[in-house]
Structures are given as structure tokens and as C-alpha cells.
């Protein structure tokens, strides 16, 4: 599958010799001559008129044609088709344009033919392709075609190829300045890829002029980096057998498209792609033995996303050959240091003697997760550094903790595998398994609302607004009163002269003003669970930093200055004390409440860092970002650990079980990847929502995921479901089963979603569980007028 030169036979007809086209004339008035003394002597004089009459027309244009001029560039074009190296016969000594020259004055050229091809342009093989624009569409046809009409079990396997060829033929159109071929391309064959690839063609198609494609980083990156790609090994072979001889998979009526001149052609563009920027991964597996979406896992532009194991410079395509050479992490619980627990304990018991109920119930293993087969759980040693005492309110959160777990509501979606609709005791086994969901729907909000947030008490409701204030809401109706600031601090000396100095008059709600840009992110503090009501909030905003907010006195203490762009993202270590930002500048950033400065820079992805997590046990810390991957990096050393690859567009929210052990991530691709966080390995792939997905959340025992997003949607997914093939919920299928992005009624589901709870006109951007396994939702009603 090299680019050389093609073979005499397919010469351009204006390469044709001056001789062979004289004896074709020759030859041609021989027989009119010879038809006009026919007519003559028969007396057929107004034929004889006529026929001369055409001769003469026909000698003209003949004259005309041979005298028919062409420019310098396409001369250069024809003639080097038939130039080849002395020392390799066969290749096209025009093929580099770097080495042009050299290679002329190798071959003892004259210096005036020198100097006219180095003023006209560089000259290779790919540019010959290029002659005719409809070479790379009629490839690509060809190419589909033969993908569709593969069997069932090579399809999923050779779709992953249509994308980069995709790309590439319609960069190579722009870059040689066939724009309006590039943009019937684009429109003949982007709506069958934009499902899953919306984000990049969108991107692709605002480049229409070969500087565009010089000055873009994606298109760079399309053009220095190999796309990686998995395939089996029969499938590698039927691939080949296409490209060389165009043989197998053609699909019904595609007739003799294959083995003509221009399925030829065709073939060879392709070719040139598969050549120059595939990279292919043949495993021994067989199509039949892996779930459909495998395949697609882990493909792209991966060596770029990947970092270098262990300081070595050599490039990494396989994403699980770095993630093994990180070795194992340590994602049991964190330990409770040993004087909280003897506090928690003994205030345990005393609440279980008040209310008359046995011990066990109070027991303070109820709310520490136990440490899984094949886990590691870290010591304290291991801990991030946190104040030495402990505090009432720690004793506080774990006492309440383990009321929460006492009385949580447990979820069970597996019960509802095999269930009979039509039973009489369906529906209360579906009112067992699904949560319930509690919806804040915002109204009159013509400006948006990027984020909202619930505190773990359920008390507060806090929302960012793009018009640069945040507002909190009091759930339970009581008003929000702060402090007065006509106050002495030598007033207070206890709580009752404390109390003496909030405002006597409140609302329930109430706005907080500090910011200069929009507000991307809130998150109230974790450090009283649900005992109390939060002390602090965290804002995260287009202006650059992050706030702490005091529910106390309803202000702004400090603003953490550092990242140089807009910050997206910003959420409380489990911990308290740290909390995490992500930022259009690429990074993502730890920081302490106790300074002003962050303490750790997270760097290393390709694009905007759009969201973060943390780690249960706070050792770790999950990032997603615009480069289509999400990491795991560790939270003390600011080295990347895990890399996830397999989404096909930018990762807007990311979730991680209560038990550590799994990594949800959703996208711009409508799709939702659950990953095993100890090895980087994807488990499955979870679709059904029509658009963007905003929000994810797990269960308290990790048996469910709840997302919402853009689509008026709060979905339910069965975490430990194996998933499986789409069932299509809707009959409206195109027969190459090549979809429209979002068009309603073709969008397929997964066998693992058990629910999906429709909203009226409202985009869900926030789900929440509270610890009793409630769930909160917010969003903002989207008025038919302002949509």
C-alpha cells in the first residue's frame, strides 16, 4: 500500500503522443474521402453537400483542439507522473517537495526545467490524486458502502475507520483550494458521522481556506499525528483486501462501482489516508467475542493525549500499556483517625440510649464503606495533611452519618432484570428500584443559570448566574439572615451575644455579589454533612478565580487568584480543607483554604480541563476535558495515573462511585462511559439521551447512576447491568443505520437504562443524592419564545 507512481496504463489522455494523433486523422479523412466518391457517383448530391459541409466543421475544431494550450503547473503535473528515481525504479523522484530539486539535479536535468518547477510548486503523488475532486468522494462512497455491506460482526470494527478518512479527504479538498468540492463533501457525508463526532465537524467546518487548515490545532494535530485505531486480525486482512483488489462488502447495487476506473482511483485515495495516518492496533481477538462499542474504545489521535511512561520519550498509542505502568492505586476508603473514632463512638451510643434503640443500630461501621476484594485502602499516613484536633462538628457528620445510613432508602435496579411488565407487582418493585426525584425548576430566566448545587442537609439551594451573582434559596422556607457590620468584635463573647448581631430582618433568599464574569460553578463545604447546615461556599467564575463565601455573614472571604482563563469548574475535597478548579488555561488546580496561592497544578491535557472530581478516600483527583479524555491524577505527587480514552467529543461532567471503584464520565457525544477506576479499563457505554449531558450521580451504594442533561431528561442507568445492544426506540430507522444528530425519534438506548423521567421544557444541569438516597434535580425552564 505505497504511494507510488500510477501505472502507465491510467495516463491522462493529454499525455496522448503528437504521431497517434495524426494517424487517427489520417486515418478518419481516408474514409470520408472515399463515403464522398461514393456519393458522387450515385448522384446523391445534397448527402454529398451535407457531409462535406460537416467534414470542414469537424477538420476546424480538430485544428483547434491540437492547438488547445494547457498552463505550466498542469504540464509539470503530466510529466511528473512519468519521472522515477535511478536508484528506486518505480517510486516518483516528485513525490517530497522538500526534495525536489536535489532530485532533479540527480537526474541531470536541465537547470531551466529546474528553476520552472521550483516557481510553480511542490509536486507529488498525493497532489496527481488531487486532480480530480472526485476521486476522494467517490472513494469515500465506495468506502461506506463496503463498511455497510460488510456482516454483522466486522461492521462495528470497520466504522471506527470512516472518521479519520472522513477528516482528511475533506482537509486535503481545502488545503488545495477545491472549496466547493470540500463543502459537497462535507454536506453529502457529515450527517452520517455527526452523531458521534458533532463537536469536530463543527469544528472542521468553519475551515474553508488552505491557511484556515495551516493555522487550526486540530487539523495540525490530524496532520502530524496517527489516528489509532483497533481492529481484529480477519478484519485487518478483509481491509486490505478492499483497498488492493476492491473485493467483498460491497453492498446491494452497488454494482460494478469497485472495479471500474473510478472505484480504482477512488480506492487508491483512500489508500494514501490508511498509508500516511493510520495507526492500526491487530489484536487476535475476534469480531465475534467483543461487545460492539470495544471497538471504537480508545480511538483517535491517542499519542498526543497519552503522557510518556516514566520520563521516556517514546510514544504511547494504547492507553492501557501506561495506565499498567502507573501500577496499582489505593482507592479503599480513608481511616478515621483513632480519637474521632472513640468520640464517634461514645456519642454513638449515647444517641442510641436517648432513643431507646439497640447499639448495633448506631454502629459506626454502618457509614465507613468496607475495603473490597482487591482493593487497597490508604493509611493514614498516606492522607493528604489536615488540622490535628478534630472538632465537634466531626463528631457531628459521623454521628449523622450513621443515622443516614440507618434509614437510607436502598436502590436495587437488578431486581427489576427479567421483571414481567404486565405482573401485578410490577410497578411496586419498579417504585422499590427507582429513586425518588425531587425537581427545583427555575422560571423568568432569560440571562441562564450555568450551575445549581444542594447542600447535603437539603437546607440550601445555591445557583450561579451569567449575569456574575449567585442566589441561594432556603429549601425549608426559614429566612437567610447574615450578620450585621456595625458590630465590635469585642461584643461577642458567646453564642447568645453571636446571635444578638444577625440582621433581624431576612428572606428566604437571598444574592451573593462579587464576581465581574458569569458563574460557571458552586459547591457548598462537606465538613458537616448533613448534621448542619453548610458554613462556606465555593464559586467558580469567567473572571478568573474562585470565591469562599461565608453563610454566616453572606460575603465573600477571599477570591483565589491563579489561572489565567475563565475557571469552569470547582468542587470540595471530602475532606474539607482542599478543594479543586478546572480552568479554560488547561489545568486544573489544588488549593487550601488556609492560603491564598494554589498548592498543586495539574497539566497535561490538550484543551480546556471542563470538569473535576474528587477520589472518595481525596488521595486522587478525576479531570475531564475538551481533548475528548478524562484522568486520574494524584492529588499530593501532581502526576497523572489513569488515562481514560473513548469518548468522541469533549467530557462536560465526570462522577465517581461512593465505593471508589468506578469513574462515570458524559460528553458532547451523548454518551456516558463507566470506567474501572484501579485498571482504566472501560466497562461499558451507556446511550439514550438526545443532547448534552450536564450532570451525573451515583447511588450511596453505587448501584445506580442518575444523569441529566439538555434533552429535558433525568435518566436512570443500572450500573451493574452488562448493558448490551441499543433496542431501537423508535421504528424510524435509515437502512445503513446511519443516523441524523438529534433528530428525534431514532435515537437508540441502551438495555441498561431502566428510566428516563421527562421534563416538561426544562434542561436538567445539576443531579444530586442526598444521603438517604433522595435525589435533587435542577434546572431552568426553556420558554418556547426564548429557546
Known amino acids: 500500500m505505497s504511494g ?30 472515399l463515403v464522398l466518391q461514393y456519393l458522387r457517383a450515385k448522384g446523391h448530391n445534397v448527402a454529398e453537400k451535407a457531409l462535406l459541409s460537416e467534414i470542414e466543421g469537424s477538420s476546424s475544431d480538430a485544428k483547434n483542439e491540437g492547438l488547445k494550450t494547457i498552463n505550466a503547473e498542469e504540464l509539470v503535473k503530466t510529466l511528473a507522473v512519468f519521472v522515477q528515481k535511478p536508484s528506486r525504479p518505480g517510486d516518483n523522484a516528485l513525490k517530497e517537495s522538500s526534495t525536489v530539486l536535489s532530485e532533479l539535479s540527480a537526474m541531470g536535468n536541465p537547470p531551466a526545467l529546474q528553476t520552472l518547477i521550483s516557481n510553480i510548486s511542490s509536486v507529488g503523488s498525493e497532489e496527481i490524486l488531487a486532480e480530480d475532486p472526485l476521486d476522494k468522494p467517490e472513494g469515500f462512497r465506495e468506502l461506506v458502502a463496503w463498511v455497510e455491506g460488510s456482516l454483522d460482526m466486522y461492521r462495528p470494527e470497520f466504522r471506527p475507520i470512516l472518521f479519520p478518512i472522513f477528516c482528511h479527504f475533506y482537509l486535503d479538498l481545502i488545503q488545495a483550494g477545491r472549496k466547493d468540492a470540500a463543502l ?46 483497533r481492529i481484529s486480525r480477519s478484519g485487518f486482512g478483509l481491509l486490505l483486501g478492499w483497498l488492493t483488489e476492491g473485493i467483498g462488502g460491497e453492498a446491494m447495487g452497488a454494482g460494478y462501482g469497485f472495479y471500474g476506473e473510478k472505484g480504482k482511483r477512488g480506492r487508491v485515495a483512500v489508500m494514501q489516508v490508511v498509508n500516511n495516518h493510520l495507526r492500526f492496533d491487530v489484536t487476535s481477538s475476534t469480531s ?8 471504537e474504545e480508545s480511538t483517535g489521535l491517542t499519542s498526543s493525549l497519552i503522557p510518556h511512561a516514566n520520563g521516556t520519550q517514546s510514544k504511547i498509542y494504547n492507553p492501557q500499556a501506561y495506565n499498567i505502568s502507573k501500577g496499582d492505586l489505593k482507592l479503599g476508603p480513608a481511616p478515621i483517625p483513632e480519637e474521632l473514632r472513640i468520640e464517634t463512638e461514645r456519642v454513638a451510643r449515647e444517641k442510641a440510649m436517648l432513643e431507646g434503640v439497640p447499639a448495633s443500630q448506631y454502629d459506626i461501621s454502618l457509614a465507613r464503606p468496607q475495603v473490597q476484594s482487591g482493593m487497597v485502602a490508604p493509611t493514614e499516613a498516606d492522607m493528604l495533611p489536615l488540622p490535628p484536633n478534630f472538632k465537634a462538628v466531626d463528631v457531628e457528620r459521623e454521628v449523622s452519618a450513621i443515622r443516614d445510613a440507618r434509614k437510607r432508602i436502598r436502590l436495587e435496579p437488578s431486581t427489576l432484570n427479567g421483571l414481567d411488565p404486565t405482573s401485578s407487582q410490577a410497578s411496586a418493585i419498579r417504585a422499590r428500584a427507582l429513586p425518588s426525584i425531587c425537581a427545583y425548576t427555575l422560571h423568568d430566566v432569560p440571562e441562564g443559570a450555568p450551575c445549581c448545587t444542594f447542600s447535603q442537609d437539603s437546607s440550601l439551594m445555591a445557583v450561579g448566574f451569567s449575569e456574575s451573582y449567585i442566589r441561594l434559596w432556603n429549601l425549608k422556607g426559614e429566612k437567610l439572615r447574615g450578620m450585621r457590620s456595625d458590630f465590635s468584635a469585642t461584643s461577642i463573647r458567646d453564642s447568645t451575644s453571636l446571635r444578638k448581631i444577625k440582621e433581624k430582618k431576612g428572606s428566604s433568599t437571598r444574592k451573593l455579589i462579587g464576581h465581574s464574569g458569569p458563574v460557571y460553578s458552586v459547591d457548598f463545604d462537606p465538613l458537616s454533612g448533613s ?16 470565591r469562599l463565601w461565608s453563610m454566616d455573614t453572606m460575603t465573600d472571604l477571599v477570591a483565589f487568584r491563579g489561572h489565567e482563563n475563565p475557571v469552569w469548574d470547582v468542587k470540595w475535597s471530602p475532606l474539607g480543607t482542599y478543594f479543586a478548579t478546572a480552568s479554560r488555561d488547561r489545568t486544573a488546580r489544588l488549593w487550601s483554604t488556609d492560603r491564598i496561592a494554589c498548592v498543586r497544578i495539574y497539566a497535561g491535557h490538550l484543551g480546556d480541563v471542563d470538569c473535576v472530581r474528587f477520589h472518595p478516600n481525596s488521595l486522587y483527583l478525576a479531570t475531564g476535558s475538551s481533548d475528548w479524555t478524562a484522568r486520574l491524577w494524584d492529588v499530593q505527587k501532581g502526576s497523572c495515573v489513569r488515562v481514560f480514552l473513548g469518548h468522541q467529543g469533549p467530557v462536560s461532567t465526570l462522577a465517581i462511585s461512593p465505593d471508589g471503584r468506578y469513574l462515570a464520565s458524559a460528553g458532547e457525544d451523548l454518551a456516558i462511559n463507566l470506567w474501572d477506576v484501579g485498571s482504566g479499563k472501560r466497562i461499558k457505554k451507556m446511550t439514550g439521551h438526545t443532547a448534552s449531558i450536564y450532570s451525573l450521580a451515583f447511588s450511596a451504594e453505587s448501584s445506580l447512576l442518575l444523569s441529566g442533561g439538555a434533552d429535558w431528561t433525568v435518566r436512570c442507568w443500572d450500573v451493574r447491568n452488562s448493558g448490551g445492544p441499543p433496542s431501537k426506540r423508535d421504528t424510524t430507522t435509515s437502512s445503513n443505520n446511519s443516523h441524523k444528530f438529534g433528530e428525534e425519534g431514532i435515537i437508540e438506548s441502551t438495555s441498561d437504562m431502566i428510566s428516563a423521567f421527562p421534563t416538561k421544557r426544562t434542561p436538567i444541569i445539576n443531579v444530586q443524592f442526598t444521603p438517604r438516597n433522595l435525589c435533587l ?3 431552568i425552564y426553556q420558554s418556547p419564545e426564548t429557546r
Open 4 to 33: 507510488s507512481t500510477p501505472p502507465t496504463a491510467s495516463r491522462s489522455p493529454s499525455a496522448s503522443s503528437p504521431s497517434q494523433t495524426q494517424d487517427t486523422i489520417t486515418n478518419g479523412a481516408d474514409v470520408d474521402r
Open 184 to 229: 459537497q463533501f462535507f454536506a453529502t457525508f457529515a450527517p452520517q458521522l455527526e452523531a458521534a463526532h458533532s463537536a469536530t465537524l463543527q469544528r472542521l467546518s468553519t475551515l474553508l481556506l488552505p491557511a484556515h487548515v495551516q493555522n487550526d490545532e486540530l487539523a495540525q494535530r490530524f496532520r502530524d499525528e496517527k489516528y489509532f485505531i
Open 288 to 295: 465475534a467475542s467483543l461487545p460492539p462499542n470495544t471497538w
Open 531 to 546: 448534621a448542619a447546615p453548610p458554613k462556606y461556599l465555593l464559586s467558580a467564575s469567567a473572571d478568573g478565580t474562585s
Open 777 to 779: 434535580v435542577g434546572g
